[in-house]
């Protein structure tokens, strides 16, 4: 019988450069060895015990669909949250996602049809190219720089990308690969350009609470631009619960919520307990924040001091989320993270990093990057930089040999 034919769409759709090492860890662990996991954004913090709380003690005898656009409890309890960061808006410009990822695709379906171009300055989060495949779009990079810190590429860039089929940018803030926190200023560049061609700016903010120097500039605060923004939001990061897949579409354009609410209605409704959790986590007490951000930021200085200090390595000092993109003295970081799973140990432990390459679109770029999350707890980020470095010298010496 012949094999029967899969969709164009499904031959192109990228695998996670984050995951594809996962069957090679699997078998490490087999062999007794212990894999320390920074390759994925999965914090080690615990979810806050009133919101999973408010899930163990709801009382009700049918869970049933809610609206499409979530929970108006939920929502209005959102306009709380946003109010004090700054961003005013009103419940119903809110639609409740399952999870950021779907708030990501609704906008794409929504706002570009097939062929049309979306700029991100790469490297960005991987998955943004999944979406793209899903909604038909093509990514068109324009490149940051490691040695800058992975800063905003120049506005001369940006112009030099837009082409008469480009309809919007993403930005993620602060940054999923490299940590970078954008600057209020930066985000008035992006500002101008969108306005000038009248393009949509979709505003990944997950890790918005996660920022180490200087403040937040929310995108939904630019002015004179309500329409063309679109914010992306997600409990996941926020309140370590990626399990509940949970986030939110934002945004003051009143067609567009129109045009999302066909999107969400066509899939029914979020999921109703995380809704529940995602409800109660907002009366967290503002200092609530306060213990997890010192802890991250103590990650942090450790991962990139102790990266710094080995031979051939650079790493910049990231302004905010929980990820540094380091630049290793080796030629094919995808080979060198496969190795480390498959070849190496020390003292019975290896590490598990993201090959950054996955993280570019432009070929050939982040070919010797990676991307390290610091969701482990200090103890375990020494354990596992001492494994790194002795892998680094390992590695190097038998390419020498």
Not at 112 to 121: F, S
Not at 221 to 246: E, F, H, P
Not at 339 to 349: D, T
């Amino acid at each position: 019988m012949a094999t029967l034919p899969i969709s164009r769409r499904g031959e192109l759709m990228p695998s996670s450069p984050i995951r594809k090492l996962v069957p090679f860890a699997e078998a490490a662990k087999k062999r007794g060895i212990k894999v320390y996991h920074l390759n994925i954004g999965q914090p080690d913090i615990e979810t806050p015990k009133m919101a999973l709380d408010a899930v163990r003690h709801s009382d009700f005898k049918v869970l049933e669909y809610s609206h499409s656009a979530g929970n108006e409890s939920y929502r209005r309890k959102l306009v709380e949250y946003y109010k004090k960061r700054g961003i005013e808006v009103d419940y119903t410009q809110i639609i409740i996602t399952t999870g950021g990822s779907e708030a990501i695709i609704f906008g794409f379906m929504a706002c570009l049809d097939e062929g049309d171009e979306v700029i991100i300055p790469e490297p960005f989060y991987a998955n943004y190219n999944g979406f793209a495949v899903e909604a038909g779009v093509k990514v068109v990079p324009v490149t940051s720089h490691i040695e800058t810190g992975f800063a905003l590429p120049a506005m001369d860039a940006f112009e030099k990308a837009i082409t008469p089929r480009t309809k919007a940018i993403v930005i993620c803030n602060p940054n999923n690969p490299t940590g970078y926190l954008y600057s209020q200023a930066e985000l008035e560049t992006l500002r101008g350009i969108i306005k000038k061609h009248n393009l949509y700016l979709f505003a990944d903010e997950a890790y918005r609470e996660f920022c180490y120097e200087g403040e937040h500039f929310s995108a939904m605060c630019l002015q004179g631009v309500d329409d063309n923004i679109v914010l992306m939001d997600t409990i996941s990061k926020r309140y370590s619960a990626c399990g509940g897949r949970i986030g939110a579409l934002v945004t003051r354009n009143r067609l567009l919520l129109d045009t999302v609410m066909k999107f969400a209605q066509a899939r029914l409704s979020p999921p109703g307990f995380a809704q529940i959790l995602g409800e109660a986590a907002v009366d967290l007490p503002e200092d609530y924040f306060d213990e997890t951000k010192a802890e991250y930021k103590a990650r942090r200085d450790l991962i990139v001091a102790r990266l710094n200090a080995m031979d051939g390595v650079f790493c910049p000092n990231p302004g905010g989320a929980f990820y540094v993109t380091a630049r290793l003295p080796i030629a094919d970081a995808d080979a060198f993270c496969q190795w480390l799973l498959e070849s190496f140990e020390y003292n019975g432990q290896t590490v598990m990093l993201a090959p950054a390459s996955g993280f570019y679109t432009t070929p050939g770029l982040g070919k010797n990057e990676v991307r390290l999350a610091y969701v482990l707890n200090t103890g375990d980020i020494d354990k596992a930089m001492d494994c790194l470095a002795v892998a680094i010298k390992r590695y190097t010496a038998q390419l020498i040999k």
